[in-house]
Every structure is written in structure tokens, then in C-alpha cells.
């Protein structure tokens, strides 16, 4: 069809339907193609965010700080994280991805119990 005789409302009607009868993002979008990170690249641009931040003490030790990471992970996820002194003034350091893997990075002691059990663990979701 040339682009002068189209009939967009035909088009959107074509294309939500095909979104309504979507089960995977792979349907919804066949030739996307996720970015990628390494879990190293990830710590990095955290430390470096985290170290710009300039907040007193007190507001610090009773926040959670969540990363989203645009990204999908790659490589192994069994990097061994180690503590790093710019997040320990937070109350807690996280982050989640777009293929659903997350983490906590840190949590001092008055972190919430369930974030503080899965400190250092890269969890995989299957959704």
C-alpha cells in the first residue's frame, strides 16, 4: 500500500490486535535486539552514580537506593560482589534488569530483613 492511500486506523486496528494475541515480548517485537551489560560494567556505573550523590547522613542511613538497569545481563552471574565504602552511608543498594535478574549489592543492618537474606545474590527470575 503507498504511504498517499494507507489507511492508518486500519494499521492501529491491525496492530493492537496483534498486541492483545502477544503471550512473549518477542511477538510484541520480533526484531528488537536487547542491549547487553556485564555485571563488572553494572558496579561500575552504580559506584559511579552512588559516589555523586550528595545527601547528609541521616536521610542516607534511612534510604534504599534501586537501580534499574536498561540492559540485559550477560556473562555468569556468579561475580562475587564485595562491599564497596561509598554505598555503605546507604541503607541499602539494589538493582533489577530488563530480563529479570536482580540483586542487593548492600544492606547495613536496618535494611528490611528480606532484602538483607538476599544480600549478594543475583536472582534469576523466570516470569
Known sequence: ???????????YKENLEKAKS???LKELYPNYKFK??????????MHEAVKGLVY?????????ILFYINYSLRGK???????????????SISMVTNNN????????????E???????KIIKRNY
Open 1 to 11: 500500500m503507498d504511504k498517499i492511500n494507507r489507511k492508518r486506523g486500519d494499521e
Open 22 to 24: 502477544a503471550t512473549t
Open 36 to 45: 547487553e551489560i556485564s555485571l563488572p560494567e553494572v558496579i561500575t556505573r
Open 56 to 64: 547528609d547522613t541521616v536521610f542516607c542511613k534511612k534510604t534504599d
Open 77 to 91: 552471574h556468579n561475580y562475587t560482589i564485595s562491599e564497596n565504602d561509598t554505598w555503605t552511608k546507604w541503607r
Open 101 to 112: 535478574i536482580s540483586c542487593v549489592f548492600f544492606a547495613n543492618d536496618d535494611a528490611p
Open 114 to 120: 528480606f532484602i538483607k537474606t538476599i544480600k549478594g
